[in-house]
């Protein structure tokens, strides 16, 4: 064999040991490669239950939270009167109050049950609004409906009754007014004790408040 064919030979040799080398090389990393890709598919396949599991949970506890919080349960409280009141009491006050200030607008209306439940209040008259409304002194009568008989006359306005019950809840814009007069109607003598022996607090629609 020529030297010429050795050398052939030999370096068919190596390019056959190259090739192999080199084919090895790639499966082995291709390999590794397929299984990294594989691995990674694999894990994103099983975790996409775990996300939509997850992301629906969320979904579904917001719901609940935020539709707990449309529905969140309230209280009202009820509204109860301040004084309880006899069934012959409560008529009282809304006949005096109608009488006295018939003409004037509901919160004058309110100024008159005011001074009547203060005066039930205060250790210087009765007890009970029938008591005070019909109370006299030396013979006269504390207000001049129940004098002329005008208290058992009169027709009960719903203002009036508005205004009573806004009294009996509690509301006082009386400054802590015991007396009321219309000056315009009470006689001079009458009106000479109220500035004189009173303390004059203010005035409203027709009638002046003393304490």
Known sequence: MSVRTRYRKYILSLLLSSLTAAAAWFCTEAGG???????????????????????????????????KKRVMETRVLEKRPVR?????????????????AGGEDENGKLLVAN???????????PDTVREVVYQQDYGVYQFSPVKDGRIERVTVSDETRRAVERAVYGEDISRGALYFAARSKASGESMRWFDSSLTWLFAYGGHEFYG
């Open 84 to 100: 309880e009141l006899s069934e012959t009491d409560y008529e009282t006050l809304l006949r005096i109050v109608e009488a006295e």
């Open 33 to 67: 490669f397929c299984r990294e890709t594989a691995g990674a598919a694999a894990y994103a396949c099983e975790m996409r239950p775990v996300r939509e599991v997850t992301e629906t949970s969320v979904r579904k506890d917001m719901k609940e939270i935020l539709s």
């Open 115 to 125: 001074v009547v439940l203060n005066r039930v209040d205060s250790p210087l008259f």
